[in-house]
C-alpha cells in the first residue's frame, strides 16, 4: 500500500470538508491565498451557520411549527444577547443536507443546496444556484447567475465513506516494516516519554516512531521531504516545526493528536507543504480551558488536517492557513480559512 499525491489531492479537494453537519451561531470565512487554489466548501450533512447554537439551553433552532416556514425545520432568531456571525467564501460551496441560516451569507462561486435554503438573513450567491427544487428558493436568497435542477444530484461532495477514506492506521502499520530509521540512526522509541523540550531533525525520508508523548515543545526541523509515522497517539505541550525552502512534511498518526497550544507545522506562507493525517481525534486542550474561563493563550493551527471521525468545537476565534477535513464543526466562534490546498505532483510516501 502507499499514498502518492494523487491521494493527497483527493484528501484534500476542498478548503473545508465537513462528514456531517456544520453548525453554531459565529462566523466563517473562507478565502484563498496567492498559491492556494480555488476555495470550496463541501457539507456532507447541514450547513446551518449562523445559526442559534445547537445544545444551548432552551434552544429550539430546529424543527417543529415553531420556526414559522412551513416545512419542518429551520433556524429560529438569534438568542438575545447573541450577535450573529456572517459566512463568506470566496467560491463554491456544497450542502448535502439542509442550509439554514440567521445571518448573511455570501458565496461567491456556485451554491449546490440539496433542499431550497431557509434563513432569516440574506444569502448572496454570485454563481449559481444548484438545488432539487430551485422553484422554491426564497426571496431573500438572491442569486447573480441561473437557478437550475440539479439532475442528477452529484452526491456528497466529501468523500467520507468507509472505503474513501484513507486509512492511516494502515498506512502506519505498513511504516513499521518499511521505514529509513535504520539509514538515518532514527530511534522509533525516542518520543514516548519526554518531560521536557524535544526536537528531530528530518531529512528527506519515511520515519516511524511508536508514539509522541511530548510534555513541553517538540520542534520539527525538516530539510527534504519528510514523512513521519506516528503508531498511537500524538500528544505535545506544542509542537513547531520550520520547514526548509522546498521541504515539505506528511504526519500521519494513527491515534489522536493531543496539544495544550494548537499545531503549528509551518509558517502560514508554507502551509500548503504541511499536511497532517489523523485516525482518530483532533484535541485542543486550550478550547477546552477556554470554555470554562482557565486558559489565557490562543491555540494557533497551521497546515492541512484530515481528520475525518474529529469534531472540532471552536470556543475561540481561529485563524488557519491550510485546510480542514474533519466530522463535524460547532462554531460557537469565527473561523477564518486560508485555503491552501496541497497540489504535489509526485508519488508522496
Known amino acids: 500500500m502507499s499514498v502518492c499525491s494523487r491521494d493527497r489531492a483527493a484528501a484534500f479537494t476542498h478548503s473545508l470538508c465537513t462528514c456531517s453537519n456544520a453548525l453554531g451561531p459565529r462566523g466563517l470565512e473562507v478565502n484563498s491565498t496567492a498559491e492556494g487554489g480555488a476555495v470550496a466548501v463541501g457539507v456532507n450533512g447541514m450547513f446551518a451557520v449562523p445559526v442559534s447554537s445547537p445544545g444551548w439551553p432552551g434552544n429550539t433552532w430546529m424543527g417543529g411549527p415553531a420556526n414559522g416556514n412551513g416545512n419542518g425545520w429551520g433556524p429560529r432568531p438569534m438568542d438575545p444577547g447573541v450577535m450573529p456571525g456572517r459566512v463568506s467564501i470566496a467560491g463554491d460551496l456544497q450542502v448535502g443536507g439542509a442550509l439554514a441560516f440567521a445571518g448573511d451569507v455570501s458565496v461567491a462561486g456556485n451554491l449546490w443546496s440539496a433542499s431550497a435554503p431557509v434563513g ?62 535504520s539509514a538515518r540512526g532514527f530511534d522509533a522509541g525516542s518520543l514516548v516519554n519526554m518531560l521536557n523540550d524535544a526536537s528531530l531533525d528530518l ?4 520515519y516511524y516512531l511508536q ?19 506516528v503508531n498511537g497517539d500524538f500528544t505535545v505541550g506544542s509542537v513547531r516545526t520550520e520547514l ?31 499536511r497532517i493525517y489523523v485516525a482518530d481525534q483532533l484535541l485542543f486542550v486550550t478550547a477546552l480551558e477556554r470554555a470554562i474561563g482557565t486558559a489565557t493563550e490562543r491555540a494557533t493551527l497551521v497546515g492541512n488536517f484530515y481528520a475525518p471521525k474529529s469534531n472540532l468545537q471552536l470556543s475561540e476565534p481561529l485563524d488557519l492557513p491550510g485546510a480542514l477535513f474533519i466530522n463535524q464543526l460547532f462554531l460557537l466562534q469565527d473561523l477564518t480559512l486560508h485555503s491552501t490546498l496541497p497540489r504535489g505532483t509526485r508519488c508522496g510516501f
Open 211 to 229: 508514539g509522541v508523548a511530548v510534555l513541553g515543545t517538540l520542534t520539527l526541523r525538516v530539510t527534504g521531504h519528510a514523512v513521519l509515522f
Open 203 to 206: 531529512r528527506c525520508g519515511r
Open 244 to 274: 526548509a525552502d522546498g521541504a515539505e512534511l506528511d504526519l500521519l498518526v494513527a491515534g489522536s493528536y493531543t496539544s495544550d497550544d494548537g499545531a503549528r507545522f509551518a509558517a502560514p506562507e508554507q502551509a500548503a507543504r504541511a
Open 120 to 181: 432569516t438573513g440574506t444569502l448572496s450567491v454570485g454563481g449559481d444556484l444548484y438545488s432539487q427544487m430551485p422553484s422554491q428558493t426564497p426571496a431573500n436568497v438572491v442569486v447573480s447567475g441561473a437557478s437550475r435542477i440539479a439532475d442528477p444530484w452529484p452526491g456528497p461532495p466529501c468523500a467520507c465513506g468507509p472505503n474513501a477514506q484513507l486509512d492511516i492506521a494502515a498506512l502506519v502499520g505498513e511504516a513499521a516494516q518499511q521505514n529509513d530509521n
